[in-house]
Nanobody, 126 residues
Framework: HVQLVESGGGSVQIGGSLTLACAAS????????IGWFRQAPGKEREGVAV????????VYADSVKGRFTISQDNGKKTVYLQMNSLEPEDTAMYYC????????????????????WGQGTQVTVS
């Protein structure tokens, strides 16, 4: 049973930085996509950044490219999201999620592909 626990959210000033962490447990499968999604009040959940556990390939939303960096520590089954130059539009609940991919699959930011979700951590930029 896969469990994801996010941490690192909080309140930050415009232009500030935060680092989110997501610790996965029960994740014995070696090929998976793990990433970050966010949902602001009244808006749909959207992909922020995803990383492939096997290849290290990353995918970013256009709105965060150049500002956010996703990374992973496979040994610790932990994924990080370094967020710089934060803007009010980044305010949202941030969720970590995992998609167990097939051998020939590639990782994308399709919300429906991700089966396992954390409880979320709030990021507020003002």
């Amino acid at each position: 049973h896969v469990q994801l626990v996010e941490s690192g959210g909080g309140s930050v000033q415009i232009g500030g930085s935060l680092t989110l962490a997501c610790a996965a447990s029960g994740l014995t499968y070696t090929l998976y996509c793990i990433g970050w999604f966010r949902q602001a009040p009244g808006k749909e959940r959207e992909g922020v950044a995803v990383i492939d556990s096997g290849t290290g390939r990353t995918v970013y939303a256009d709105s965060v490219k150049g500002r956010f960096t996703i990374s992973q520590d496979n040994g610790k089954k932990t994924v990080y999201l370094q967020m710089n130059s934060l803007e009010p539009e980044d305010t949202a609940m941030y969720y970590c999620a995992v998609h167990l991919r097939g051998l020939r699959d590639t990782c994308a930011q399709s919300v429906g592909d991700f089966r396992y979700w954390g409880q979320g951590t709030q990021v507020t930029v003002s």
